[in-house]
T-cell receptor, first 112, second 112 residues
Framework: SQQGEEDPQALSIQEGENATMNCSYK?????LQWYRQNSGRGLVHLIL?????REKHSGRLRVTLDTSKKSSSLLITASRAADTASYFC????????????FGTGTSLTVIP | DAGVIQSPRHEVTEMGQEVTLRCKPI?????LFWYRQTMMRGLELLIY????????DSGMPEDRFSAKMPNASFSTLKIQPSEPRDSAVYFC??????????FGSGTRLTVV
């Protein structure tokens, strides 16, 4: 299946540090998205990057995409305790792009 | 907009009972998705609808699972009969023209 994999599974950093999470996927895609999930809540859409884009920024978030390596990274700069959550990448299967497959997630803990 | 609304938030039922989960998508969104999340399997796409029509139900685990979308503002996911291995958090998400999903807060189902 197209389900992606995030790396690392868990990450613990000090407040103010940068956090980098990686996502690998298997087949060609049209788009890749990143989501955040706070404990006990639904997923919240963070950012979408298209297959013809290599980098995208949104506030303290920076996403890169390398389609040749079938991988993406999410960088959170100057992390805050409120960034503590699980982060998921989601990819389509390169077809209609109507359905997305979620990775296994990275659990980020930001220590105040 | 109140976002995607799911009910109930928590459901505890006995094995063999029928369970019905409900979802109200965001008005104007023409795609609706049902996901199941467990620690072991992560987020699994069960079924999705476009304009109230089921498009892909290949993720529905067994015939015990069924989903309907009688109109643009309401969908149900039914499990009959329920089994302990169905215990999970079930999410509904909707999507409009933009690719980002909006997730509900989920229904935590426990089958004892």
């Amino acid at each position: 299946s197209q389900q992606g994999e995030e790396d690392p599974q868990a990450l613990s950093i000090q407040e103010g540090e940068n956090a980098t999470m990686n996502c690998s996927y298997k087949t060609s895609i049209n788009n890749l998205q990143w989501y955040r999930q706070n404990s006990g809540r639904g997923l919240v859409h963070l950012i979408l990057i298209r297959s013809n884009e290599r980098e995208k920024h949104s506030g303290r978030l920076r996403v890169t995409l390398d389609t040749s390596k079938k991988s993406s990274s999410l960088l959170i700069t100057a992390s805050r305790a409120a960034d503590t959550a699980s982060y998921f990448c989601a990819t389509d299967d390169g077809g209609t792009g109507n359905q997305f497959y979620f990775g296994t997630g990275t659990s980020l803990t930001v220590i105040p | 907009d109140a976002g995607v609304i799911q009910s109930p938030r928590h459901e505890v039922t006995e094995m063999g009972q029928e369970v019905t989960l409900r979802c109200k998508p965001i008005s104007g969104h023409d795609y609706l998705f049902w996901y199941r999340q467990t620690m072991m399997r992560g987020l699994e796409l069960l079924i999705y609808f476009n304009n109230n029509v089921p498009i892909d139900d290949s993720g529905m685990p067994e015939d015990r699972f069924s989903a309907k979308m009688p109109n643009a503002s309401f969908s149900t996911l039914k499990i009959q009969p329920s089994e302990p291995r169905d215990s999970a958090v079930y999410f509904c998400a909707s999507r409009g023209r933009r690719y980002g999903y909006t997730f509900g807060s989920g229904t935590r189902l426990t089958v004892v």
